[in-house]
Structure formats: C-alpha cells, structure tokens
C-alpha cells in the first residue's frame, strides 16, 4: 500500500471530520426521531486496514446469535470499555480486537479516531478507532464472540450497488433502513453510519486513483 496515502490518511484525520451528517446517510430513515438517552455504556470499535492483494482490504466480525439486541450482525471488532483500559478507548478498540479476532496490538498502527456515534437500543457511545497494519494479519477468530469473518477490499464500498435499503421497524417507528451489501451480508445500523464517514474520506483522498 502507498505509504504516501497512508500518511495523508493520518493527517486527514487530525482535520475536521464528516461527521453526523455523514453517518446520517447511512441511517434509518427515522433515526433522528429517537431519542438519545444518557449514555450508560463507552465503547471502542477498530476499523482495520491492511495491504493485501495490491490493494487495502478491512475486516469485520459476524456475531453469533444470542438473546441480545445486537445477536448475529454483522460488526467492526470492539466493545465496551473495561477499567484495565485505563481511560482510553483506544486501549479498548485494540485489546478487543486481540480478543475477537486474534490482531497483536503492537502490530497495528493507529492513525487516528472518527466520530462518536451514539447507539440508543443499547445506550452505547461508540467510539470509531482507525488502525493499520503493515501486512495481512494471521485472523483468529474467538468462536465465543465471532461466529465468522466479513474480510473484503475496501475499493468493493465504491460500488453502487452496494448500496441497498430495506424496510424496518423499531418500536413504534416504521421506515426503510440503508445498508451494504458486501458478500450477501447486510452491514447496518451503526457499522454502516461508521463505514460511510470512513468512505467519504477516501472519497476526499481519491483513493480510487492508487487503484489504476
């Protein structure tokens, strides 16, 4: 991967980010009209990038299906925060990616964070953590919180088609809900608010034009 992109990657997020309105984008259609709660927990999520087959692939987690609001979606690796953390969420972005999917922590390259974004269903502030590795790391997926692997090139989320919507209902709203469809899973919710500033940062950077 272009160290030069790289770096202007790093720098471009010491800048003013895209923010909600991106995010927003990617939301569903009537997610402004719920109410944001006090938030009761922090968490820290990694979004991963690595060189491979010539270009830069990301990862995310599929969970297992269990009695719980987030069962069987499609993720970035993270989780909420634990005191061992010590105040950091960039501590707690990297120990659960170790944790879920195996990434050695002193591997990878944090270049820098992306929005928080609030989640109301669980009353979580996420907390986007964007971290580079040199190489394609060796995965380990723990089956106790991964039940598979979502790894695909990022040049995959400039397509179009990717970019679906569907209907949804939560409570009393009812609407449509956009997501990405990469490889037959529908990314949504939050991890597509998350993907979407992300993307239009690259946008920003023409990470096409490494691609030709």
């Known amino acids: ?15 003013p980010l895209p923010g909600k309105d991106a995010q927003f984008r990617m939301a569903a259609s009537f997610r402004h009209y ?20 010539n270009e830069l692939y990301t990862i995310l987690t599929k969970r297992p299906e269990y009695q719980g609001v987030h069962s069987g979606q499609i993720s970035f690796p993270g989780g909420k925060y634990e005191p061992i953390d ?12 170790r944790e879920e ?59 179009p088609a990717i970019r679906q919507e569907k209907p949804y209902t939560h409570g009393q709203y009812t609407g449509t809900v956009p997501y990405f469809n990469i490889q037959g899973h529908h990314v949504w919710g939050a991890t597509a608010m998350i993907m979407n500033e992300f993307l239009e940062i690259l946008n920003e950077l023409n990470y096409k034009s490494i691609l030709s």
């Open 1 to 15: 991967m272009n160290e030069a992109f790289i770096n202007s990657l790093k720098h471009r997020l010491t800048l």
């Open 34 to 53: 719920i109410p944001q709660n006090t938030v009761e927990i922090n968490a820290g999520v990694l979004l991963l990038f690595y060189p491979y087959q």
């Open 86 to 97: 010590n105040n950091d969420l960039i501590a707690t972005a990297l120990r659960e990616a």
């Open 101 to 159: 999917i195996g990434v050695i922590p002193e591997l990878i390259y944090v270049l820098g964070k992306l929005t928080p974004l609030y989640i109301p269903v669980s009353k979580t502030e996420v907390f986007p953590i964007v971290g580079f590795t040199k190489s394609r790391p060796q995965f380990i997926a723990d089956p106790y919180e991964v039940d598979s692997l979502v790894e695909f090139a990022v040049s995959d989320l400039f397509n």
